[in-house]
């Protein structure tokens, strides 16, 4: 079995109020593979936007630990850049996430823990579990155009490039 859900979002501060100049997302996320548990609500928080984004990534293509400049679910963001040579977002930050390989096969997705445990589903029934995380972060994160962006122009160009690439991700996997 494979589960994923947010429990509980919050930002940074985690005061309770929305606050505009916190442009990553976070929360408690349950993350379940067989019976394997990775993450539940005595699990650090995570930075759920950088989340969403990557496992996005990964419902169109396989992911293994390491891939996108730290862990699948990380603990935090505390950096974004552009790659130069694909145009995605770079999201760096600690050491501390959830880590599990994404596998693609004909029609379907083989998840697998590095505690050896692994999850074989059809590939509808992965992107729609992400999907669902997507609407979610994006509902708790409200409108983009209420967060103050910072000074520097190349931060306030790679928060820009994240909202597209998320954009663009949640349309491939919704068709």
């Not at 145009?87 to 501390?96: A, L, Q, T, V, Y």
Request: proline share 3%; glycine share 6%.
């Amino acid at each position: 079995m494979f589960k994923i859900k947010i429990l509980r979002h919050h930002w940074i501060r985690d005061d309770d109020r929305y606050d505009e100049e916190d442009l990553c997302a976070h929360g408690t996320i349950f993350i379940q593979i067989d019976d394997e548990i990775l993450s539940d609500e005595t699990s650090n928080s995570w930075c759920t936007t950088a989340a969403v984004l990557h496992l996005m990534r990964s419902a169109t293509k396989n992911y293994l630990p390491g891939d996108f400049y730290g862990q699948l679910i990380p603990c935090c963001g505390h950096f974004m850049v552009a790659d130069p040579t694909t145009g995605r977002i770079c999201i760096m930050g600690c050491n501390s996430g959830v880590e599990f390989a994404v596998t693609h096969g004909n029609k379907f997705i083989e998840l697998s823990t590095t505690g050896g445990n692994g999850w074989r589903m059809s590939t509808e029934s992965y992107r729609q579990k992400i999907l669902v995380l997507a609407n979610d972060v994006e509902q708790f994160y409200g409108p983009v155009s209420n967060k103050i962006l910072p000074s520097d122009t190349e931060e306030a160009q790679a928060f820009n490039q994240f909202w597209r690439e998320w954009h663009e991700l949640k349309r491939m996997i919704e068709n």
